[in-house]
């Protein structure tokens, strides 16, 4: 029963909240296109303080964070039609898109505890979604860098692919370590956090990018000078 819920409920409500719930705060009260949502939709940037920090925090987290994306995908297909030269790639890229994350994530979270005015413009959310990353990549990096399992992209690649043909499949995954099904649970709350916090904002569409003003972005060392 547990499994069944983890694995074949939990999905399909991420899967719900995660798109339905963005679309919602994305168009809520009015239907422009190129809009950030209902005026929430802000990152609360804390790059006023501390700016020689936050360029290393910020870079690792979201190049980490799009290559996982990438090496995922490319795992759970690899996994599901047998091409162990792409589980390969996961293995290894995922490795360093991990890392990379989790060094950003470690900044982010010692600027907020440890620079004051960060510290005091910090919100629950703010704390909330560096937790559940830190858990979800050190589960992770726990599994592939301590424990060196690897392959269950095998059973995952299929187990994704049970979810979106509709014909959702827990005894796929139910094998996987432990470590690796707390990773995959805690990825899929995350996911339904997702359209409760800031983190909405990489649904923004770029188009007013080009037209409003310019922000002026200078180096660390530009700055110094
Ligand atoms: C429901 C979504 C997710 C699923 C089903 C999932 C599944 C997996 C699986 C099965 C592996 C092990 C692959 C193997 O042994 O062949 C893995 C590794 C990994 N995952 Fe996820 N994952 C999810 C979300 C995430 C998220 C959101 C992050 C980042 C915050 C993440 C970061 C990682 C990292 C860093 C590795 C280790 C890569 C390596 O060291 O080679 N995963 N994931």
């Given at each position: 029963m547990f499994e069944n819920f983890f694995f074949v409920a939990l999905p399909y409500i991420a899967i719900l909240l995660l798109v339905g719930g963005t679309i919602v705060r994305a168009f809520k009260n009015h239907w422009v296109w190129s809009a950030r949502g209902?005026?929430?939709?802000?990152?609360?940037?804390?790059?006023?303080?501390g700016r020689q920090t936050i360029g290393p925090a910020a870079l690792c987290i979201h190049w980490g964070l799009i290559t996982l994306f990438i090496t995922h995908l490319i795992g759970f297909i690899g996994g599901g039609y047998n091409l162990s030269s792409w589980v390969e790639v996961f293995r290894w890229v995922g490795m360093i898109g991990g890392l990379m994350l989790l060094y950003g994530l470690l900044w982010a979270l010692y600027r907020r505890i440890f620079n004051l005015q960060v510290k005091a413009m910090s919100q629950a959310d703010d704390y909330i979604t560096l937790s559940f990353l830190i858990i979800i990549v050190s589960f992770a990096l726990w599994q592939s860098?301590?424990?060196?399992?690897?392959?269950?992209s095998y059973a995952a690649g299929p187990w994704v692919g049970s979810i979106f043909t509709f014909q959702p499949d827990a005894s796929l995954i139910s094998g996987a370590p432990l470590v690796n099904q707390l990773h995959i649970i805690f990825a899929l709350l995350f996911f339904c956090y997702f359209p409760f916090?800031?983190?909405?904002?990489?649904?923004?569409?770029?188009?007013?990018y080009f037209t409003r003003p310019r922000i002026s972005m200078r180096t660390y060392w530009g700055l110094k000078k």
């Amino acid at each position: 029963m547990f499994e069944n819920f983890f694995f074949v409920a939990l999905p399909y409500i991420a899967i719900l909240l995660l798109v339905g719930g963005t679309i919602v705060r994305a168009f809520k009260n009015h239907w422009v296109w190129s809009a950030r949502g209902d005026y929430l939709w802000t990152t609360r940037t804390t790059g006023f303080f501390g700016r020689q920090t936050i360029g290393p925090a910020a870079l690792c987290i979201h190049w980490g964070l799009i290559t996982l994306f990438i090496t995922h995908l490319i795992g759970f297909i690899g996994g599901g039609y047998n091409l162990s030269s792409w589980v390969e790639v996961f293995r290894w890229v995922g490795m360093i898109g991990g890392l990379m994350l989790l060094y950003g994530l470690l900044w982010a979270l010692y600027r907020r505890i440890f620079n004051l005015q960060v510290k005091a413009m910090s919100q629950a959310d703010d704390y909330i979604t560096l937790s559940f990353l830190i858990i979800i990549v050190s589960f992770a990096l726990w599994q592939s860098l301590v424990e060196q399992l690897f392959g269950i992209s095998y059973a995952a690649g299929p187990w994704v692919g049970s979810i979106f043909t509709f014909q959702p499949d827990a005894s796929l995954i139910s094998g996987a370590p432990l470590v690796n099904q707390l990773h995959i649970i805690f990825a899929l709350l995350f996911f339904c956090y997702f359209p409760f916090s800031k983190l909405v904002h990489a649904a923004s569409y770029p188009f007013s990018y080009f037209t409003r003003p310019r922000i002026s972005m200078r180096t660390y060392w530009g700055l110094k000078k």
